[in-house]
């Protein structure tokens, strides 16, 4: 920063933080899964913290917290800032959070500072940008730009609980969908800043940078079924083990993910059953992520990854089913929105890096309804979805200023 700053926003920043913290499904760890306890708890203490700054907030038809200040001109298509406060499990509390905070560090910022935005801003905190408890693709932030898959809410938890029924518990309504669609004439951009959850921002020194481009993802589910049978008894040329198969298969996505630099392939997931040590493994579950930045590279190496898993299932005499279940497209941000976010940047004095994003972001559903950027916060050893995730006072009080200045260069303040 050219001008050294005291610190107040970034310890702001970081102490709104440690409260939406608290709120856990799990004792011990921040899991805060899409319409749990734990989640209904963090989106009363965002709406709170966001009445506070003066945003006329409500909880939405699917459990997003919405704030809203209006501008000089409250016919001007509206600056929405976002990210989300749903978490994966065992988590890092600033993946989502910090983009919601700083949201609401924003409107904080124009208040106090007596300065009222040419056009609306509004902050929201979305609440399944994770998908870690359904099988569904950025919901509540598609439900604003127009996407919402009505199936979403007739999939399932691994409890067996459907989305309807736990939006139900929430305080949530289905009926209410339609109305969160949002008129593209009335919004003019969307700006999300996130952990860059990766190591390049470390490498080079910086507290933050410019996204170009966010990758896109194929998410899949797969079922490899073999014989249950005796360990002591079955010889082993015998078996149809459905977790040496599946296990080959995970060894066959890492090799075909690793082909090619820019693509990446996991097995997050996989449940085996009965999952007893004396009893061949009758059926394994397991789920695939494949990202690239490259579509036509991600659906190829996507394919690749079927085909070989297929040979593996006829060569071991297993049965295998792979469920495709989310298609998300690679996504370029905005070039003029980037041009005021490298403004901002190199106003406070940082030389500006564009760089891609390796993760999926709320940007992308966003992106069917406004212009859409997003500015990289440095975040220690590029940890995420680890509870090691963390950043610095000074490096959030710096993505507070830079977001600041960007936001008064987008609503002319
Ligand atoms: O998986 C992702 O890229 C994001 O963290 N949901
Ligand atoms: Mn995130
Ligand atoms: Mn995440």
Redesign the pocket.
């Known amino acids: 920063m050219t001008n050294k700053s005291d610190l107040t926003l970034g310890r702001r920043v970081m102490a709104m933080i440690e409260e939406l913290a608290r709120y856990s499904d799990e004792p011990g760890r921040l899991t805060r899964l899409y319409l749990s306890d734990a989640h209904r708890a963090a989106a009363e203490a965002t709406l709170g913290l966001m009445r506070q700054a003066g945003l006329d907030s409500h909880i939405d038809a699917l459990g997003s917290v919405i704030g809203r200040i209006e501008g000089s001109n409250p016919d001007a298509p509206a600056l929405l800032i976002g990210s989300?406060i749903d978490?994966?499990i065992d988590?890092g509390r600033y993946?989502?959070t910090l983009g919601v905070v700083l949201g609401i560090v924003v409107a904080e910022a124009l208040r106090s500072q007596g300065i009222v935005p040419s056009c609306p801003i509004e902050i929201a905190a979305f609440g399944d940008?994770?998908n870690a408890r359904f099988p569904t693709n950025l919901s509540t932030s598609y439900a604003l730009s127009g996407h919402y898959n009505p199936t979403w809410l007739d999939s399932v938890d691994q409890a067996g609980i459907r989305l309807r029924d736990a939006l139900a518990r929430f305080g949530g309504d289905p009926a209410g969908i339609p109305a969160l669609v949002r008129d593209p004439k009335r919004y003019r951009s969307y700006l999300e800043v996130h952990i860059e959850?990766g190591p390049q921002l470390e490498a080079k020194g910086l507290p933050v940078g410019i996204v170009s481009a966010i990758n896109g993802v194929t998410r899949a589910r797969a079922t490899v079924i073999g014989e249950a049978g005796h360990a002591g008894t079955v010889p082993m040329a015998m078996r149809r083990d459905a977790l040496a198969a599946a296990a080959e298969m995970v060894v066959a996505v890492e090799h075909t993910g690793s082909i090619r630099t820019d693509t990446v392939a996991t097995v997050g997931v996989a449940q085996v059953q009965p999952g007893a040590i004396n009893v061949i493994p009758a059926r394994v579950d397991f789920t695939l992520d494949a990202r690239s930045p490259d579509d036509a590279v991600r659906h190829a190496m996507v394919n690749d990854i079927l085909a070989e898993c297929e040979n593996i299932a006829r060569k071991r005499g297993v049965s295998l089913t792979i469920e495709p279940f989310m298609d998300s497209p690679a996504t370029p941000m905005n070039r003029n929105l980037m041009a005021r976010l490298e403004e901002a940047v190199t106003g406070a004095g940082i030389p500006p890096l564009h760089l891609a994003s390796g993760?999926?972001h709320d940007a992308v559903a966003m992106a069917a309804l406004c212009p859409v950027a997003m500015l990289f916060v440095r975040c220690k050893g590029g940890i995420?979805?680890n509870p090691a995730e963390s950043i610095t006072v000074e490096d959030a009080d710096v993505a507070a200023h830079v977001l600041i200045e960007a936001v008064k260069k987008l609503t002319s303040c």
């Open positions: 989300h978490t994966v988590a993946d989502g940008e994770e959850q993760a999926g995420s979805h």
